[in-house]
């Protein structure tokens, strides 16, 4: 296992380098980092999730699934509520490469309707993608900026559908730095464990000095330092 996560590791760094455009980590001067979840709304895990982010009074962005958000939009809605972000992961769970361009850019504008419309907000509003695997290119890069969306990749995903529950905890918190985005899963059966994460991590990296903040935030201090 610490194989595949240290080539996962050097494969991420090497993206990194191709595509600095994409917002693979936040300011890393700033003690701040950004808690994501991908797969979901999942009527199992995600309300935990929910529960246990609210216990550490944090704010998290949750990348969602369009035919998921379609079956359980209360769980949208409660998302929102709860003041999260909420982004698009995608419409089916597809490698977004894979999609023919008319296809893709369909699916992500019923996604961010279906969003949209459930937390009473601009379909515009949605604006943070992230691709299904981590796979993206770079024509696909060109299309999500011309359609108005902004690409999230991360620079610390633990595989903690694989493996045991202290593992992921220790590998959360080695990686975790200044600017780091954790993905975690709370739906597509990944979650079962993932608020007891959650419940563990977040208070050590409170004592360690981070923030945590949302993806929206990470990207209005990229676009004020570039601007």
Known sequence: MNLITAGLRRYYRAMQRKYPETLWYGDETRPEIALTFDDGPHPR??????????????????????????????????????????????????????????????QLERTARII???????????????????????????????????????????????QPLPWTIQQTLDQARPGSVIVLHDGNGHGLNVAKVVDTIIPILKNRGYRFVTIESMQSRRAYATS
């Open 45 to 106: 895990d995600t309300p935990r999730v929910l529960e246990s982010l609210a216990r550490h009074d944090v704010q998290a962005t949750f990348f969602l699934v369009g035919q998921a958000a379609e079956r359980h939009l209360d769980l949208v809605r409660q998302i929102h509520q709860s003041g999260h972000q909420t982004g698009i992961h995608c419409y089916r769970h597809t490698p977004l490469p894979l999609e023919p361009p008319i296809t893709l850019r369909a």
């Open 116 to 162: 949209a419309q459930s937390c009473g907000v601009p379909s515009e509003a949605i604006q943070d993608v992230r691709p299904p695997y981590g796979l993206f290119n770079r024509r696909m890069l060109t299309q999500l900026s011309a359609w108005g969306y902004r690409l999230v990749m991360w620079n610390s995903i633990p595989p903690h559908w694989m």
